[in-house]
């Protein structure tokens, strides 16, 4: 006999457990089913560790330039061990904090993997054999790594981001394949604890879908630190010896690179497979993502997909905001449909990227008469004084109406920086609007306000 709730969640990753949360806050009985620790890939095996070694690599860098400041505490070296410890500390407190939160909303987390046994009648069936239905069920199952052919992950000397986020020795010469978001970000911790990485894109330049001079930022950033970059390459297989001998051609050009590692970041496949949704109703693309409309709506009445498991920005704030319009649905209640365009993006590679809106193609290319203002750290006294001087702040605004479109930063605290940027573009500020606002002095946040003003027309320190 099967248990009845008014929602059933499968997944407890940021999807699942926002629906879930929000849902208990209106009301809601919800049943989460997880077939792991609740907290999914952000907390366990993409955004907190990672960022949490990211942030490793940054008490690295201080202190190696803490003689700078005339702190003089020798050359630093990293115990891999303390760091990995200490980012097991910090994912297990927030996983605690999770389950205590779930726990006090009184939802009911059921242990193991649920398959979708008949999705019209939103009835799911449990591997220990409990058998869930609900008003309403919500699939939030996530992602998980891919490689490409002839690339299969061993653990040890093919890596996925997985691997790279528990391995306890620094590689020595490492090979990065993708320069997305997750490769950048692998290839600043590894350059900064100590590794000689190559990135190995296969575009014309890394971090595509980032603006483009944002992206330069990072590239020239990146070949000051010595991590080659090297773009528009085919990779197509390696030889293992003691070293591993990858193969790579650009065009006619071919070449070979000895490594100790090679890491697959070339993106992340949705987790839609032996989910019982076959014959279900519910569609899924060739690429295996759940079909949904702007409500999160499948086409079975009642099923949800929220999350990396549908295509849209695979970010767990995004699977939040996802989570909040499909209980609202759920609910009745009037929802606004995400804005995928104005959603904002954090990498945390050095120096940090963070956007929202359009980049300065994209809006010319959806037809806007397009003005920019693009101003550089180098100039503001807050990253003087921190000693982070690399990056910029740029605006890209509708020329005449002054209507900001996008706003992209690279640079010092970029991915915090950015929440101004996202209510600029979300409120569909102008730059007038933004230029009479006033930015306290000294700080980052200045060099917003100024490219602000600068798109006025005039401008104090720009
Ligand atoms: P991605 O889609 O960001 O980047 C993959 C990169 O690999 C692209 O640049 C692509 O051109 C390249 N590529 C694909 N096939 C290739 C090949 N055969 N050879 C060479 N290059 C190839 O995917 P990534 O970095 O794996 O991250 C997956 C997702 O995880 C992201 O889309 C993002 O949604 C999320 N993420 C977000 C982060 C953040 O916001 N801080 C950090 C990490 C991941």
Redesign the pocket.
Known sequence: MAEHFDVVVLGGGPGGYAAALYGAAAGLNIAMVEESRVGGTCLHK??IP??ELLQTAEVLRTVREAKEFGVDVGEPTLDLATSLARKQTVVDRLTKGLESLLKGRKVTVVPGTGTVVDAAAHYVMVSDGTELTGDALILATG?A?RS?PGFDFDGERILS?DHVLTMDRVPGRVAI?????????FASYLADVGSEVTV????PS????VDKQVADVVARSFKKRRITVETG???TGYDAGDALTLHAHRGDETGDLEVEAIIV????RPRSENLGLEGSGVGVDSRGFIEVDDHLRTAVAGVYAVG?VVAT???AHVGFAEAIVAIKTILGEDVVPIDYDRVP????CHPEVAFTGLTEQAAIDRGYDVETSVHRFLGNSRAILIGETDGIVKIVAEKGTGVILGVHIAGPWA?ELIAEGYLAVNWEATASDLGALIHAHPTLSELFGESALALTGRSLHG
């Open positions: 993409g955004c990672a960022k992602s790594t490409i981001s394949i993708g320069g997305g978001a997750i490769g950048c970000e190995l894109e296969a575009l890394i971090l595509p879908g390459i085919t990779v970041s070339v993106g992340r990396d920005p695979a970010l993006w954090g990498i945390y991915t």
